[in-house]
């Protein structure tokens, strides 16, 4: 991928970025193997026209640095290693952030936005860690216990008063929090991961525009809603907000003793407007994100 340099930054900031994208071990990671096939397919077959900025790389850069200085904490455990393991004749690549042997126990480390972490990208960390955990075990090692260190970039101690689409009681209680992660049974991580391989190989020669759409989950996607708001009002009523079809929201302004406004909120997908880069690639991204391109 073609790193640019738009606004002239210092050649540290270039190497780091080109460290951040180069470092391809194997014949997937667990971290692609774990995200949307699709954005992996698209990223593999363009990666020469695929140009990026440097100012773009931003957030992998952050999240490295707060790699980088974790790993310095100059204690037993185990930080920042390669793991190899194969699945069905192919490497998969894995690099844990920290296990601790001693207290069987996998950390890893994570930079997100408060959106990311109320959205629920969670799922994905959760199957990466354990295919991480599944690795270490591979590896002759005991992994009995599976956390997620989250730094929250974003994170303010008003709460979410900017940021009103974001309940209350889902806003995180400090900018790092440790979520604790199911671990799972390694029969349970070898089928995962057979039917991950599997589908990433069996899609290998699958047109760009017939690989399967990434899901909302993958998209970190808001699905479309209705609210119902008094006629004229800007706020939604009490429990009027979140609407899953007009419909809902009609049956729920009918209730009501005065006359309603229904207000359509149309969905987002994160990822494909501001962190994918194989998107100008992608059809599902030029027809139903940005028609305009
Ligand atoms: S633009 Fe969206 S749908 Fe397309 S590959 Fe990227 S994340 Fe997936």
């Known amino acids: 991928m073609p790193i640019t340099n738009k606004y002239g930054l210092s050649t540290p900031w270039i190497r780091i970025a080109e460290q951040n994208l180069y470092d391809k071990v194997g014949w997937r990671s667990a971290t692609e193997l774990v995200g949307p096939v699709r954005l992996a397919m698209l990223r593999d077959r363009h990666r020469e026209h695929i140009e990026v900025d440097v100012c773009d790389m931003s ?15 100059g204690d037993d455990a185990i930080t920042e290693q390669r793991f190899i393991i194969d699945v069905m004749g192919k490497e998969v690549s894995m690099k844990p952030d920290r296990f601790e042997p001693e207290a069987e126990h996998l950390r890893d480390f994570k930079t ?7 959205l629920g990208t969670k799922d994905e960390w959760v199957r990466q860690t354990n295919i991480y955990a599944h690795g270490l075990r591979q590896h002759g090692h005991t992994v009995s216990e ?3 260190e989250l730094l ?4 303010d101690y008003k709460g979410p008063l900017g940021q009103t689409t974001i309940p209350k009681n889902e806003y995180p209680e400090s900018p790092i929090i440790r979520i604790p992660v199911d671990v799972w049974l390694d029969a349970d991580v070898e089928d995962y991961l057979r039917d991950r391989v599997m589908l990433f190989m069996d899609l290998e020669d699958t047109p760009d525009n017939e690989l399967p759409i990434c899901t909302m989950e993958e998209r970190w996607g808001r699905p479309d809603k209705w609210a119902v708001k008094k006629k004229g009002g800007k706020r939604a009523l009490s429990g009027g907000a979140n609407f899953e079809t007009e419909q809902d929201a009609l049956d729920f302004a009918v209730t009501k003793n005065h006359p309603c406004d229904i207000e359509f909120r149309p969905g987002k997908s994160t990822r494909c407007e501001h962190f994918c880069d194989a998107k100008m690639f992608c059809n599902y991204y030029l027809n139903h994100i940005n028609p305009a391109f």
């Open 59 to 73: 957030h992998a850069i952050l999240g490295e640095a707060v790699h980088t200085l974790l790993e310095r904490a």
């Open 112 to 118: 997100a936005k408060v959106w990311a972490y109320v």
């Open 146 to 148: 599976i956390s997620i």
């Open 152 to 155: 929250i970039k974003d994170w």
